[in-house]
């Protein structure tokens, strides 16, 4: 999106823009344009586990070619112990510094992809008043993918096996160095921390999975409130109120219990309160596209908020009254069903609850991506939430047997104590099932399979 544009439009844009000042400028979009603007312009990918390090350097190349052209300045700011570049993207020439970075776990990229698409709409729409007025406020940094050693391996510690964030005090790893020489260096006046969270994380009863969860980093055990957390809770009220009509009943607030090795924690703590996103799950067979998209909306509008001076305005109380995060998603409940866990354990009635897990290969050099599911839950699952919910009334569930597909007539083999499945309906054990409809004469029809795991392209 870096299409030259006439000089008279960039001139015209500069003289509207000279007797700018923070706080009178035209307000950011509205919600609903910057997700229709996403829909439009996004630039990326609809898979966020492929985009590896490699992904990020030809991205980051791409912004750099375009030199003076593009309002983003491209720096390699460091390095990961394995040797991967570590960047700073920056835009912005105001006098308030912001610090967004994103993967500091290696397995958390939905933000990743967001700092790309807010890149370029940065880029594309610089002369337009409210993003000129963001350029004219703010100097934004941000580094995308700060654990690439992590995200080579969809992990989410460092290449030492370090969790990054509880390494603030330490400071053992590169990256957890350069993250606070960079704080340092910049003394930003707020900085935003952006992961992704379990796919259990849930709000609300019944629950629902948690799109978009909130923390205003607390910097001591006994969460004194300061004028550095005043200012997250309004930008998290900021980002409340944009995100919700677009996900409504699904954007959380994290427990502020004080970490003490977090960097969240000692960034607020060494002078730039934090604002922690975590992202996901969302009620989506593929969940990357309308995640990458609540995130660029809640980016977009938090920087317009500092920008235009707006989230002094925000009332703090909308992100006190945020529902506090649990645990309780799953994502398939096949409920009332008759187990046979295949052990030798008579068969008994109750529901069973799969969560699922993405693993990364990497196969002769290419990156796939798998969903696996393990059974999470077994019992009365009624208080769960799920993605996908499978009524299994009149219905027996039990272990796949080699060679079973839908529609087949089958019966079970002899499971014993002595001569158990492979598999077991069992809690841990990779959800490897077959629903199945029993037959007068003992035997059963495969209603349906369920895989351990699928590849997702
Ligand atoms: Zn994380």
Redesign the pocket.
């Known amino acids: 999106m870096n299409c030259p544009r006439p000089f008279a439009a960039v001139l015209a844009a500069f003289v509207t823009l000279s007797g700018f000042t923070a706080g009178a400028q035209a307000p950011a979009p509205a919600p609903q344009a910057l997700a229709s603007l996403w829909d439009h312009e996004h630039v990326s990918s609809p898979v966020t586990p492929l985009v590896d390090h490699a992904e990020v350097k030809r991205r980051i190349a791409a912004l750099a070619a375009a030199g003076s052209a593009s309002v983003l300045h491209v720096a390699q700011v460091g390095a990961s112990l394995e040797g991967r570049e570590i960047y700073d993207v920056s835009f912005g020439t105001g006098p308030y510094v912001v610090l967004l970075w994103s993967q ?2 290696g397995d ?1 990229g939905t933000a990743t992809s967001a700092l790309f698409d807010l890149y370029a709409y940065i880029d594309a729409h610089r002369a337009e008043p409210s993003v000129a007025g963001l350029l004219s406020a703010l100097t934004v940094h941000t580094v995308p993918m700060l654990n690439p050693d992590g995200a080579e391996r969809w992990q ?1 510690r460092n290449a030492q096996g370090i969790d990054i ?1 509880r390494d603030a005090l330490l400071l053992q790893s590169p990256e957890g160095r350069l993250l606070k020489k960079l704080r340092d260096a910049w003394q930003p006046k707020v900085g935003l921390n952006l ?2 969270q379990n796919w259990r994380t849930s709000i609300g009863a019944p629950p629902v999975g948690a799109a978009i969860s909130l923390l205003s980093v607390a910097f001591d055990q006994s969460q004194t409130m300061s004028p550095g957390r005043v200012l997250t809770r309004k930008l998290a009220s900021v980002v409340r109120d944009a995100l919700e009509p677009l996900a409504p009943g699904r954007i959380g607030k994290y427990d502020d219990a004080f970490e003490v090795r977090a960097f969240g924690d000692n960034i607020t703590k060494w002078g730039t309160p934090v604002l922690l996103i975590e992202t996901g799950p969302y009620p989506d067979v593929n969940p990357d596209p309308a995640l990458i998209r609540l995130n660029f909306v809640a980016l977009a509008r938090a920087l317009g908020a500092l920008a235009d001076g707006s989230v002094d305005l925000a009332d703090p109380a909308r992100y006190d009254t945020l529902p506090l995060n649990q645990s309780l998603n799953l994502h398939t409940v096949i409920r009332n069903v008759t187990i046979i866990q295949g052990s030798g354990v008579p068969p008994f009635t109750g529901d069973v609850g799969i969560n699922a897990v993405r693993r990364v290969r990497i196969d002769d050099g290419q990156r796939l991506l798998f969903e696996s599911y393990q059974i999470d839950d077994i019992g009365d699952l009624r208080t769960a939430g799920r993605l996908f919910d499978v009524d299994g009334t009149g219905k027996v569930l039990a272990p796949s047997v080699t060679g079973a597909t839908v529609g087949q007539e089958i019966r079970l083999p002899e499971w014993t104590k002595d001569r158990p499945s492979s598999t077991l309906v069992l809690t841990g054990y990779q959800a490897q099932l077959m629903l199945l409809r029993p037959l007068p004469n003992g035997a059963y029809i495969v209603e349906r399979l369920f895989p351990g795991q699928v590849e997702i392209k």
Do not use: D, S, T
């Open positions: 500091m776990h958390e989410r964030n992961h992704n």
